[in-house]
């Protein structure tokens, strides 16, 4: 048992915001991304990241995935809210599906001066099985996909090698569900 | 080369209105829009009415739309014609009424070059819409109107736009009939038609275990139809619950009716109020759980098990939190639920919750609605109730405008059947009630309509009394006129020191005279002893009258929750004082 406390520990009020992606299924129609990102924007919800493309020519249909922050309250609302919309099909949270699986891919221009930074940055390539793209004398290109949380690694890992420069472009995250 | 099966985009667009049984639209003509006006001169079914200004077209589109049932249509130009209907649009949206705005667009090779009247009218309006159209190929025209119309009026209601670029208005295809265009389910949204017979399973027992329920009705009820108030009411009887209706629930149930606590909410009864805080039963029909009737959330109705019939997923714990819920219609599951009782021989005989009316009758002996009367000065409240007393024999319509007039409206006017109560509430549109009342005039030619008037509220779209005139639509406008912003002076009163920044209305008109110089008529009444006969002879002349009704300036409207209190924290007088915490996270609340 545990004692006590001499003074009363306040309650945390701090609601839980939890990393949420977001597929939403709809008709590939003008406007329908100004309708999606107006959405948040005035019922003041956060994008992280936005991704969109046709994934079915015949029927029309675009599929859009969104990774938002909020607390799950707020998640289900930003679903009934996107499902109200006219054009949306179906909008899912991946986490709620038993099976599903994510990817994000990476474009990484990195400029450096030295050997020993070379090796560095090889090594790393190495181990996070990225794929050159494109290798000259003072810069290599790489792409590397994953989920966010293994490309972060990658570029924190990156970041330990002092004196390079890096430029990168990001897709955001894309998932589907099985 | 013509081709007899083809069609102008502008007839196209009367024959799908035609198709869709639409017999008035609202509008105002101008350059992206002559095609349309040129289509309307030639034809017979559709009765246009020409506004005085855009906001007045959309206003009076959902007094239309709300009185009758049916889908409100209006027709506006580009640019100025449509900003001006922005307003009506978030109103239309926030308070679910269904409406059809259609809109002119500059002809589609000038979009996009800042031309003459042109403005986004799409990117304006996504926000304010349920959906809306930029039509570029008229081929398309026929079945856009028609999903627009099945769009506004399914599910939860709202407004759709169409907007038609000029060549799209001139350039020529087929006609699609309504019956020829199988809609994609998906984007109509109508809500689920199957009743969830665990939820009626539940929520009777439920009903038999509580012993202090209550019955939370809104809007909702009255968009699910007539028959849902018929059910709701037959329920009532049958278990003898009390109920209490949010301001656009009004009407859904008697309101003279025993079992009645009547609206609550920020001016709602202190009876109704209580009983939410303390019940331990709630049964939402068709409500939203609007922060002008929660209250402060965190007391709302602390311990009760709450029971949610919305067909708006989104409304499902949106503000509070329910245990249960469901997205099917209210009529159908009304009737499940009524039939449920019958066919399982349930029986309230010896549940008549008598501990629980019986404290319910202690809160309404505090009277929350009682005013004192004096000889002299007409009491604003005194007003409503003489008007209530001498018009409740006729077939009336009411609507509002913004302030405490409406909340006054709301508290003495009594309505037995829905559809008859026509206000703004989730926008507060000031400018509403009158361009309404043309619109229910319209729908309704042999009833009699009256706006509950501001005077402040009233000029706003004063113009709109020459499209009365004009149509020969007999409303009434009966202004209780304080010569404040009546509710922006109350809550100066008690939140900002007495500190009237603004807030008189200064260099009126006078009102008589005005209505006289627009063909109209008006009356006044200065006083208690002239009020009856000013009431009477208003109703009696069959054009449009002003009504001038001079009230005590200073009046408040009570009971008031302030922002920020809870519902049993209520004040019911000016000598009830606001606990001064709140009065301070208050006033950072609207
Ligand atoms: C378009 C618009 N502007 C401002 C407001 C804020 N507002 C709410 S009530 C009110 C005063 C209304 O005055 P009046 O019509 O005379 O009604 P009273 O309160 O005096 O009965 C104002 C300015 C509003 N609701 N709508
Ligand atoms: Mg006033």
Redesign the pocket.
């Known amino acids: 048992m545990s004692s006590t406390s001499v003074y009363p520990t306040p309650i945390n009020t701090f609601k839980q915001s939890k990393r949420s992606v977001l597929s939403v299924i709809v008709d590939n129609e003008p406007g329908i991304l100004a309708r999606i990102v107006g959405l948040f924007s005035g019922r003041g919800y956060n994008i992280e990241a936005l991704n969109v493309t046709v994934v079915d020519v015949k029927k029309n249909l675009s599929r859009i995935t969104i990774e938002t922050l909020g607390e799950e309250k707020v998640i289900s609302q930003i679903i009934a809210q996107l499902e109200k919309l006219v054009p949306v099909h179906s909008a899912t949270n991946l986490a709620y599906l038993s099976e599903s699986y994510e990817a994000e891919i990476c474009l990484v221009k990195i400029e450096f001066e030295n050997e020993e930074q070379d090796q560095k940055i090889l090594n790393f390539a190495d181990i996070y099985r990225s794929r050159t793209v494109q290798k000259r004398q003072n810069v290599v290109v790489y792409e590397i996909s994953g989920t966010s949380e293994r490309i972060n690694k990658f570029l924190d890992d990156l970041d330990t090698i002092g004196g390079i420069k890096v430029e990168l472009v990001r897709s955001g995250p894309i998932g589907l569900g099985i | 080369m013509t081709n007899e099966n083809e069609f102008t985009g502008a007839d196209i667009l009367l024959k799908a209105l035609k198709d869709q049984e639409v017999d008035t639209i609202f509008g105002y003509p101008g350059g992206a829009v002559l095609p349309i006006y040129d289509a309307i001169f030639g034809q017979n079914f559709l009765k246009h009415v020409l506004v005085r200004q855009e906001a007045g077209a959309v206003h009076a589109a959902e007094g239309y739309a709300r009185s009758s049932g049916k889908v409100g249509v209006l027709l506006v130009t580009s640019g100025p014609g449509v900003t001006n209907v922005v ?1 009506g649009l978030t109103d239309a949206l926030m308070d679910s009424i269904p409406i059809v705005c259609i809109s002119g667009q500059v002809p589609s090779h000038l979009i996009g070059t800042d031309a003459f009247q042109e403005c986004d009218t799409t990117g304006i309006t996504r926000p304010c819409t349920k959906h809306n159209y930029l039509v570029k190929d008229v081929s398309k025209l026929s079945e856009t109107i028609h999903e627009a119309f099945k769009i506004a009026s399914s599910g939860r209601p709202g407004p759709v736009l169409i907007d038609i670029p000029k060549d799209v208005q001139f350039a020529k295809s087929k006609y699609i009939s309504k019956k020829d265009i199988s809609f994609r389910e998906h984007r109509i949204k109508a809500g689920s038609k199957n009743v969830d017979k665990i939820f009626v399973e539940e929520l009777v027992n439920h009903i038999k275990k509580s012993e202090r329920p209550i019955f939370y009705v809104g809007g909702g009820c009255l968009n699910s139809g007539h028959q849902a108030s018929q059910e709701l009411i037959k329920l009532v009887n049958k278990t003898n619950i009390p109920i209490t209706t949010t301001l656009h629930g009004l009407g859904c149930f008697p309101g003279e009716d025993k079992s009645s606590l009547g609206m609550l909410g920020m001016h709602g009864n202190y009876e109704a109020n209580l009983a939410m805080n303390k019940c331990d039963l709630m049964i939402n029909i068709g409500a939203r759980f609007d922060d002008r009737v929660t209250g402060r959330l965190d007391a709302f109705s602390p311990d009760s098990i709450k029971f949610h019939i919305d067909i708006d997923q989104s409304s499902i714990n949106k503000n509070v939190k329910v245990n249960f819920h469901t997205n099917t219609d209210i009529t159908l599951t009304l009737k499940e639920i009524n039939s449920f009782i019958e066919s399982n021989n349930i029986n309230f005989d010896d549940k008549d919750y008598s501990n629980w009316w019986g404290q319910i009758n202690e809160w309404r002996k505090k009277e929350c609605l009682h005013y004192e009367q004096g000889d002299e000065v007409i009491k ?1 409240q005194h007003a409503i109730s003489r008007l209530y007393e001498l018009t409740k024999q006729k077939d009336t319509f009411v609507t509002t ?8 409206a709301a508290q003495y006017y009594k309505f037995s059947k829905p559809n008859r109560w026509i206000t ?1 509430g989730g ?5 509403f009630g009158m361009p309404a009342a043309v619109g229910a005039q319209m729908a309704n030619p042999d009833s009699l309509v009256i706006d509950i ?8 779209n004063i113009q709109e009394i020459a499209t009365a005139v004009q149509y020969k639509l007999p409303i009434k406008i009966f ?12 809550w100066q009163e008690l939140l900002h020191g007495s500190r009237y920044s603004e ?1 008189y ?1 200064d260099a009126l008109p006078d009102f008589k005279k005005l209505a006289e110089s627009f063909n109209a008529v008006g009356v006044r009444a200065k006083n208690i002893s002239e009020l009856d006969d000013t009431i009477n002879e208003m109703i009696s002349i069959d054009r449009p009258v002003i009504a001038d009704i001079w009230v005590d300036k200073k009046e408040n ?1 009570f009971p008031m929750i302030p922002s920020g209190a809870a519902h049993h924290e209520m004040l019911l007088s000016k000598y009830d004082k606001e606990n001064p915490e709140n009065q301070e996270k208050g006033k950072v609340l609207v």
């Open positions: 307003t604003p405008e913004v302030g405490q007039h409406q909340m006054w703004s926008l507060g549109t000031m400018g008037a501001g005077e402040a509220s009233f000029l706003m202004i209780l006129n304080n010569e404040y912003m009546g509710m922006v002076r109350q807030s209305v409207c």
